[in-house]
């Protein structure tokens, strides 16, 4: 197993100063870069145990906090499990800052995160890759089709609402996107139902993007969590490896 080196650094955008994590395999080395977004728990623990293990299979990460407008990491406290008990009174408080972020304060963030990651020496010459959970699922279709130049493999998963019929949709840039994309969906999802999976389909399909949709049967949103109760580990391990074919495939 390849040892990693993790810490916390500082990315200046254009509104101000956003707290991130940063790993890498230890040797120091370029590696190809992957811009990881969090889903709306924030940047905590897991996300840092995800990000490492992708680092560990040669990758170097950046998993930046989407919310820091409001602060750094963490913006809202959670507990170390979070329950279906825990979970209204924390999305009362993340419900707000989330609906702040909009498409173009984030895709705005996300010219300064692919920037100093251009700029960094564990980050490889080129273009890299975009990974993104619940609404980072979306981060990550919206930067694939913001900056098709920079993205060449993004991915989602358990992604809310990424294709609802309205007019800032992150499906409707399909036709600008060059990278390949995969979203591995939960069939227990609410938030993403079978016409919004279609949506997504057919739009990718249409504009010639090279993808994959699956849909995991029996998971439910937030599959990927290992410190809430909707985490599944076989749709999990699924997830890994359909996430590190991609990147095999891309770098």
């Not at 609402?161 to 992150?170: E, K, Q």
């Amino acid at each position: 197993m390849t040892a990693v080196q993790g810490s916390t650094v500082d990315i200046t955008t254009e509104d101000g100063t956003a707290d991130a994590y940063l790993t890498h395999p230890a040797d120091g080395g370029p590696r190809p870069a992957v811009l990881f977004y969090m889903d709306a728990f924030g940047l905590r623990p897991r996300l840092r145990a995800m990000a490492d293990r992708l680092a560990e299979a040669g990758y170097t990460v950046l998993v930046p906090n989407v919310f820091y407008r409001h602060g750094r990491s963490p913006v809202v406290e959670l507990p170390e499990f979070i329950d279906p008990v825990a979970r209204p009174e924390i999305f009362r408080r993340i419900g707000p800052i989330l609906q702040e972020l909009t498409p173009e304060l984030a895709m705005r963030d996300a010219g300064a995160y692919l920037r100093w990651l251009a700029g960094h020496p564990a980050a490889a010459d080129g273009p890299v890759a975009v990974t993104g959970y619940c609404m980072g699922a979306v981060l990550s279709l919206h930067t694939a089709g913001t900056y098709p130049d920079r993205v060449a493999a993004a991915a989602g998963f358990h992604g809310a609402r990424l294709a609802p019929d309205a007019p800032d949709s992150p499906h409707l840039l399909a036709d600008r996107i060059t990278a390949e994309l995969y979203f591995g969906h939960a069939d227990q999802d609410p938030s993403m139902p079978e016409e919004q999976i279609e949506r997504l389909e057919r739009a990718l399909t249409a504009a010639g993007v090279r993808h994959r949709c699956e849909v995991y049967t029996g998971a439910r949103h937030g599959y990927t969590q290992a410190d809430t109760a909707a985490y599944d580990k076989e749709a999990d391990e699924r997830h890994w490896a359909a996430l590190l074919d991609l990147l095999n495939r891309t770098f």
